[in-house]
């Protein structure tokens, strides 16, 4: 196994947790993007009420889970051909980025290429099928000899650049002209600060057809729904059928209990603007401490991140903050182009926040 795949990127940081969690007023960790605010009480309420469930749950989900992830898309992000029968709920996105190169039948002789600074398990699901990822630098287009699946993120992660409309038009008649499929992962899409993100699926982009094209959403940020593991696959219908297909063989099935909760989390749009005004008020407050600290803030225009840099090498800068009680991921966790920046998640809470910036006050 340690042949197939590198060294968990987590692991590394261990030692610089440690020496933040000893400052006097404990650690602030803005190293990984995990929500810390409560669940929603209306899906909270949804889960409980669906917790009777001796039966085995269905892989493709129920019709109304199905008709209001629809909804939500049409509503939400302007997918006008948004079709209940081309979506597929998942057990958290993560699962479904480091198994689709799998699930599709990718194996050696295939190409994944992906963002060359992005999120590492699109460079983990090509390793696992046994097909060889390819990291592309932004702006550019990889040799098209045995690509078969192209990732793009947007917003992405780690960096929170925004792909405009004309951006996203271009590499969809690529993937389509060379035969390939495109999935977009969009899990932060409705977290736009100074950029609107747009869908691959949106009709501007995919002149109104999904062939050819997956977009892969979750829960887990704009809901406060990590520990439930919601989200789902979305797009060319056929590649949706065939995804079903594996899945259910594989026994890959959300619970029931979690589809409903999601059922009523995409059907609510209250709970997200205000979970996304609360992440909005951290943003200022720790762009504006970094900024003041000497930091330059590259990119973030969307997601959950702050893209931070002192114009030395990342893990220096991890070390700096950590004797201030406060951690960060090294931009190097996501490619080699990351070596001088650092990730900064704003999800942790008020309080640690406010932390966080009178240290860096006295810095």
Not at 142 to 165: E, F, K, Q, T
Not at 258 to 275: L, N, P, S, T
């Amino acid at each position: 196994m340690s042949g197939r795949l590198p060294e968990f990127p987590w692991d590394r940081l261990e030692s610089f947790k440690a020496t933040a969690a000893a400052h006097p007023g404990g650690i602030v960790d803005l190293s990984v993007g995990t929500p810390v605010d409560p669940t929603p009480e209306l899906v909270r309420d949804a889960l409980a009420a669906a917790s009777d469930s001796p039966g085995y749950p269905l892989t493709y989900g129920t019709s109304a889970l199905r008709e209001a992830v629809a909804g939500w898309l049409r509503r939400t992000l302007g997918v006008a051909g948004a079709d209940p029968a081309a979506v597929l709920p998942v057990i958290g996105t993560k699962e479904l980025v480091a198994s689709l190169p799998a699930q599709l039948g990718l194996g050696p002789g295939d190409k994944v290429a992906h963002p060359a600074l992005a999120y590492p398990t699109y460079d983990v699901g090509a390793r696992l099928a046994g097909a060889e990822p390819v990291p592309v630098a932004d702006g550019e287009f990889p040799d098209a000899d045995g690509v078969r699946l192209v990732w793009i993120n947007s917003p992405a992660n780690p960096h929170g650049a925004v792909r405009s409309a004309d951006e996203l038009r271009e590499i969809v008649a690529w993937t389509r002209s060379i035969g390939a499929l495109l999935v977009s992962d969009e899990c932060y899409i409705e977290l736009g600060w100074e950029a609107e993100p747009v869908s691959v699926l949106h009709p501007d982009v995919c002149g109104g057809s999904h062939e050819g094209l997956l977009a892969i959403h979750s829960l887990s940020k704009r809901s406060n729904l990590a520990g439930y593991r919601a989200g789902f696959i979305t797009g060319d219908p056929a590649v949706v059928r065939e995804l079903l297909a594996v899945r259910k063989h594989a026994g890959l099935i959300m619970p029931g209990p979690v589809q409903e909760a999601m059922r009523v989390a995409f059907g609510d749009d209250a709970h997200v603007a205000e979970q996304k005004a609360r992440y909005a008020a951290r943003r200022a407050q720790l762009r504006g401490a970094f900024e003041s600290a000497g930091f330059r803030i590259d990119h973030s225009e969307a997601s959950l991140y702050l893209w931070a840099t002192r114009d030395e090498p990342c893990w220096d800068t991890v070390g700096w903050l950590a004797e201030r009680g406060v951690l960060t991921a090294p931009g190097d966790f996501y490619g080699t182009a990351g070596g001088r920046h650092v990730r900064i998640a704003f999800t942790a809470t008020d309080e640690r926040v406010e932390a966080a910036v009178e240290r860096l006050k006295t810095a």
